[in-house]
C-alpha cells in the first residue's frame, strides 16, 4: 500500500533532504488534503514538534479531520499521545520517546499501549548508518532498527521504518535493510526513505510491506492520480 506523507514545518508543507536541507515548500495544504483524500491511510509529521522547536497544532488537526491520518512528530508522553489522536488521528507514530540511555525504554512503551491501545501506537525504528537515531534523526543509539523492534513488539502494533541514508534522495531505497527489519517482528512494517517508483511499492507490497513516499510525490516523479 502506498501512504502519501505531509510533513509541517513553520507552517507549511515541507520535503526535506536527509531530514535539514529544505527542497520543497508549500503554503496550500488545502491542495494536499484534497490529492490525498481517496488514500487508506496518510502519514502526518509536525518536524517542528519532532525537533523540539514549537508545534503546528492548528494544522495537525485541520487535516486529522479530514484525513485518515498517523500522526508523528515529537510525542514524547502519554498525554500528548492522547491530545493527538483526540485531534483526529487514526494512530500516533512514536520515535524518541521509545529509547532511553541508547536502549529501547519498554516501560514507556508498555505505559503508551496501556492507555491508548497496542494497535495504535506505531513504533518508529528510523536508521542511519546501521544504527537507530532519534531527536530529528540527529542523535544515533546503541541499537539496530531490527534489535528495537524484536524488543518492542509487544507494545507496537505496528512499526515504521525510515532508511534515512537515502531519505529525500530520489534514488531508491534499500530493500534488504527493510526485509531485516521486516523479518526481525511479526508486526507490520511500513517503509520509508528513498522510495521513488512504482516498482518499488509493489515489490514491499508484495511482502506485506506498507511504502511512504513524499519526495517523489511532491516532485510529481511518481503520479498519483490512479491510486
Keep these: ?26 503554503n496550500d ?11 487508506q491511510k496518510v502519514q502526518l509529521i509536525d518536524l517542528d514538534a ?8 492548528s494544522l495537525v ?13 515529537g510525542i514524547r508522553s502519554v498525554a500528548r499521545a492522547q491530545e493527538v489522536l483526540n485531534y483526529g488521528g487514526r494512530a500516533v507514530i512514536v520515535s524518541s520517546a521509545l529509547f532511553r540511555d541508547g536502549r529501547p525504554d519498554v516501560a514507556f512503551a508498555r505505559s503508551l499501549a496501556d ?13 542511519r548508518d546501521g ?15 531490527a534489535d528495537a523492534v524484536s524488543v518492542l513488539e509487544r507494545y507496537c502494533g505496528e512499526f515504521l521504518y525510515t532508511h534515512v541514508d537515502r531519505e529525500g534522495l530520489m ?8 526485509r531485516q527489519v521486516a523479518a526481525a517482528t511479526s508486526r507490520r512494517v511500513t517503509a520509508a526513505g528513498g522510495i521513488t517508483t512504482r516498482a518499488e511499492i509493489n515489490a514491499l507490497d508484495a511482502e506485506g510491506i506498507d511504502a ?8 510529481g516523479t511518481l503520479a498519483i492520480e490512479n491510486d
Design 131 to 145: 544504527r537507530v537515531v532519534i531527536r530529528g534523526w540527529t542523535e544515533p543509539v546503541e541499537v539496530t532498527a
Design 115 to 127: 492507555a491508548i491501545g497496542v494497535e495504535r501506537v506505531i513504533g518508529a525504528v528510523d536508521s
Design 29 to 39: 495544504l488545502e491542495s494536499w488534503i484534497r490529492r490525498f483524500e481517496r488514500f
Design 171 to 178: 534514488a531508491g531505497t534499500d530493500m534488504e535493510a527493510i
Design 212 to 219: 511512504v513516499v513524499g519526495m517523489a510525490i511532491y516532485t
Design 1 to 26: 500500500m502506498l501512504i502519501p506523507s505531509i510533513d509541517l514545518k513553520n507552517g507549511r508543507v515541507v520535503q526535506l533532504i536527509q531530514g535539514n536541507q529544505l527542497a520543497i515548500e508549500s
Design 50 to 57: 519532532a525537533m523540539d522547536s514549537g508545534n503546528n497544532d
Design 61 to 73: 488537526r485541520q487535516v486529522a479531520t479530514r484525513l485518515p491520518c498517523r500522526i508523528g512528530g
